[in-house]
């Protein structure tokens, strides 16, 4: 049985009843919010481009969901969404879209599968209008995302939205022959008037984060268990008022931080204070023998002003060095480190190989050494469920 509400606007949300496998279209036209779909009953699919509001409850998340036409996407606290993983899902919100998913400590937002394995689906994507810097100054790239979406704005403090206390589990997917990627959490051009705070990236087969350029600050972020980089970024990210990032790698893992420009020298550095980055023991990276095992990597005109670094646990793995900073190439040496564009300091490096210096993967021109003269702390985020998988306490590393 299907009903048809006649509107000049196109379907918005298809709420799937699964107590009688009824499919409803909902669009009644009048501009007015849609008020809470059923809880336990509800499948969030298709486009929405009216303003819809998930209340606390139990739904399916399932194929690609896009935010678009100006709507706005609700999700209050204690909402939980169980992907279909027997789609290619993932929650996307354009540029014209915004979400608005404000969960708690005790009553987080979380996105699960059933299946419980790491690139289940797609994670969540925002796009916003913020300003870019990719291959050759371009100021607009495609997106690597599948959804081939063009993005790059000129609008600094576009806003996207607000996430807080949001968990994205078991996301992260290679899309077709693998040129094409997700991450847990992806923002593309997203600007610094989206709120980005107390969000956890939880075993997925990308990165934890990854920014394509944009301004949008993060706070209080939580990388846990990632197969490849915790934190990544490109396009000339330019956040400024980022604070407490904490990566716990483990099982399989690649750098704690990559970072790079697009090979854009002339780029704004990214501040970040209070970086935690903790590799457990037998930690090994995605490709057997690979050098992607340092905590922090800067590349390709990569930037960053860091403070209160902790570091524990880089090893190396066989003939493969792990250092608290690799720089990759001559030219961000030149005219990144050389300039103060990258700074990792104050520093401390704990139960880690190769101590008091930076790796290259060239001849540098300069080596730089670096002392734990002051102590750093790790990261202090607020307990609770948001930080809390089937039991086990993310944040227990920080203790």
């Not at 009824?22 to 009216?50: A, F, H």
């Not at 997925?204 to 972020?221: C, L, Q, W």
């Not at 086990?392 to 203790?399: K, Y």
Request: with cysteine; aromatic share 10%; net charge negative.
């Amino acid at each position: 049985m299907k009903r048809r509400f006649l509107s000049l606007l196109s379907l918005t949300l298809v709420l799937a009843t699964a107590l009688n496998s009824c499919t409803i279209e909902v669009n009644d036209g009048l501009g007015d919010e849609i008020v809470s779909p059923n809880p336990g009953t509800t499948v969030l699919t298709g486009t929405i481009n009216k303003d819809t509001t998930f209340k606390k409850g139990n739904y399916t998340l399932k194929g690609i969901v896009k935010v678009t036409g100006g709507a706005t996407l609700t999700i209050e606290a204690g909402a939980n969404f169980t992907v279909d993983t027997s789609d290619n899902s993932s929650l996307v919100i354009l540029q014209d879209g915004k979400i608005n998913a404000v969960g708690t400590a005790n009553e987080p937002i979380v996105f699960t599968t059933t299946t419980k394995t790491p690139g289940d689906w797609g994670g969540i994507t925002l796009y916003g209008n913020a300003p870019i810097k990719a291959i050759n100054g371009t100021t607009s790239a495609q997106s690597e995302d599948g959804n081939a979406v063009y993005y790059g704005g000129n609008d600094a403090n576009s806003n996207s939205g607000t996430m807080k206390f949001v968990r994205v589990e078991y996301a992260g997917k290679k899309i077709g022959d693998g040129t094409s990627e997700t991450n847990s959490m992806t923002f593309y051009a997203v600007g610094a008037g989206t709120t980005l705070e107390n969000l956890v990236t939880y075993k997925g087969t990308d990165d934890g984060y990854e920014f394509f350029g944009g301004t949008v600050s993060a706070k209080n972020i939580v990388s846990y268990g990632n197969y490849d980089d915790s934190f990544d970024w490109q396009d000339a990210w330019s956040g400024q008022n980022n604070t407490n990032w904490y990566a716990f790698q483990t099982g399989v893992g690649n750098f704690g931080m990559e970072i790079e420009s697009s090979g854009n020298v002339d780029n704004t550095a990214p501040k970040i204070s209070n970086i935690t980055l903790i590799r457990a023991a037998n930690t090994n990276p995605e490709v057997p023998n690979s050098a992607e095992i340092s905590a922090i990597q800067f590349k390709k005109q990569g930037t960053g002003i860091f403070s209160n670094v902790y570091i524990s646990g880089y090893k190396n793995v066989g003939a493969q060095k792990a250092y608290a900073v690799l720089i990759q190439d001559a030219a961000t040496e030149n005219s990144q480190v050389n300039n103060n564009k990258v700074k990792v300091e104050p520093l401390t490096y704990l139960n880690s190989d190769n101590a008091g210096v930076w790796g290259y993967a060239y001849n540098p021109n300069g080596e730089k050494t670096f002392t734990n003269a002051t102590t750093v702390t790790k990261v202090t985020l607020v307990p609770g469920a948001w930080a809390t998988v089937d039991g086990v306490n993310l944040l227990a590393g920080l203790q």
